[in-house]
């Protein structure tokens, strides 16, 4: 039974879609079959795996609203053990399009139910918003990680995050954990990075990732080609540090039996 994770955190630019292309694509490379699902209408994530939006016939959208079935609109094996559920502008419009519509928080966790047994690991990259989107993935979700970047504001909304985790859990998917946050865009330069790291482990009552994600021209490039950092600059600095990654979230002794 495939583990799906939601990839969440409503402020945007915090490398959310960074995380998700990558944390996927080095879960792939280590040999895991992995699906990777666009919910973010911008679609960054599917430009980010080098697809091209306008040429797609069906989308994660169509799928919601029963225009086509989950495998019709699957991009298998983009790379290697990694497949797409691509995103779609029409996405956007999903807060008026679903409202009324029965049971609209469970579309997603419905829509994947049958297919997650295929994979190893389910990627979700949620909207940088805390609407219908990112409840539907909340509530397909087994955990949740917390991309946090290294900045002053790193902890602004993350309160009101956690509080709508906890209130998914309690309400629509109680088995709903947060796997770990992880920080990203750390500069060993800049003093104000380690600090923001030392003030999130000293508040947040959460499990942080040892991994830290490094401020890394490279990572800032892949998308521009279309590939994850692990094949646009394997011996990179951010490829290094999601491979990492991809070991913790892998070893995790929530998961381990």
């Known amino acids: 039974m495939g583990r799906i994770i939601a ?11 960074t995380t998700s292309i990558n944390l996927a694509a080095c879960l792939a490379e280590k040999g895991n079959k992995v699906l990777a699902i666009d919910m973010d209408p911008q679609g960054n994530m ?11 016939t069906y989308s994660i959208y169509d799928t919601m609203c029963g225009n086509c079935n989950l495998g019709e609109a699957l991009l298998i ?41 295929k994979y190893d690991f389910i990627i979700i990259d949620c909207p940088p918003a805390l609407g219908i989107l ?21 902890l602004e909304g993350l309160s009101q995050l956690i509080y709508t985790i906890d209130l998914i859990k309690k309400k629509l998917n109680r088995n709903l954990q947060i796997e770990g946050v992880v920080f990203t865009m750390y500069d060993s330069r800049n003093n104000l990075s380690q600090e ?20 890394n021209v490279r990572l800032a490039e892949a998308p521009s080609y279309g590939l994850p950092i692990n094949l646009y600059d394997s011996r990179s600095t951010g490829a290094e540090a999601y491979r990492k990654l991809a070991d913790e979230v892998m070893k995790n002794k929530l998961f381990l039996k």
């Open 196 to 215: 923001v790291v030392d003030n999130v482990k000293n508040n947040l009552d959460q499990i942080i990732y040892n991994t830290v994600v490094p401020r």
């Open 134 to 154: 990112t409840v539907n993935s909340m509530t397909a979700a087994d955990t949740i990680i917390v991309p946090i970047q290294c900045e002053f504001y790193a």
């Open 46 to 56: 599917t430009s980010g795996f080098g697809i091209d939006k306008n040429d797609i």
């Open 7 to 17: 990839i969440a955190n409503q402020k945007g630019g915090v490398g959310k879609t």
């Open 77 to 117: 094996n983009v790379f290697e053990n990694l497949s797409i559920v691509p995103a779609s502008r029409e996405l956007a419009g999903a807060e008026i399009d679903f409202i009324n519509t029965e049971d609209k928080q469970y579309i997603l966790k419905k829509t994947i139910k049958n297919i997650r047994k």
